[in-house]
């Protein structure tokens, strides 16, 4: 039962679909952006630590999410960037300056990693200056910024209603979901 039910969600898997989170130290934030991900689909995430400092995880809000997910870390933004274009990913990070563009209009039916601030500051300005596009979350209120979980899902689930809309589906490379059956069995 365990090997079918893993087998059904890898095939379900965005391959074309990635998250980046930058220097979220909040064990409650990280947690629940990892279930997030895995909810969505997004089997890659990409964990930016420049101080080396770690990521805690809540296992009572990641409700275990964190077993199923790929989860590579950099030191370096520049680092994440490369390995990810190398994948042929474009890098979409959040900001609320430099003219982001809007998520209802971004184009998430290609292959992109979404890039998540700090619960502070945000993408910093350096790795903002390496990305190759800025996106932003309409605010109609007061406050211009949402939790960076909440965040994490509603640009996750936006970008899978643009691509179920397109019809398009990429999923996993049949290599890779080998691979993660034999490490997740």
Not at 99 to 113: C, G, H, L, M, W
């Amino acid at each position: 039962m365990r090997t079918s039910r893993i087998e059904e969600v890898l095939k379900r898997r965005w391959g074309g679909l990635a998250l980046v989170v930058e220097e979220v130290k909040n064990p409650h934030n990280i947690s629940a952006i990892l279930r997030t991900a895995d909810a969505a689909g997004v089997q890659h995430v990409y964990l930016i630590d420049p101080l080396g400092d770690g990521f805690e995880v809540n296992e009572a809000i990641s409700t275990g999410a964190e077993k199923w997910l790929t989860i590579e870390r950099f030191y370096s933004p520049k680092l994440c960037f490369q390995a990810l274009r190398e994948k042929g990913f474009r890098i979409a990070a959040t900001a609320l300056e430099g003219n982001p563009t809007s998520i209802y209009d971004y184009d998430f039916t290609r292959k992109v990693a979404i890039v998540l601030g700090n619960e502070k500051r945000g993408v910093r300005k350096h790795t903002l200056s390496m990305a190759d596009d800025r996106i932003i979350i309409p605010m109609r209120g007061m406050v211009q910024s949402l939790n960076v979980s909440v965040s994490a899902g509603i640009i996750l689930f936006e970008a899978i209603r643009q691509r179920i809309e397109a019809g398009i589906y990429d999923p996993l490379p049949a290599e890779e979901i080998e691979e993660l059956k034999r490490r997740l069995r």
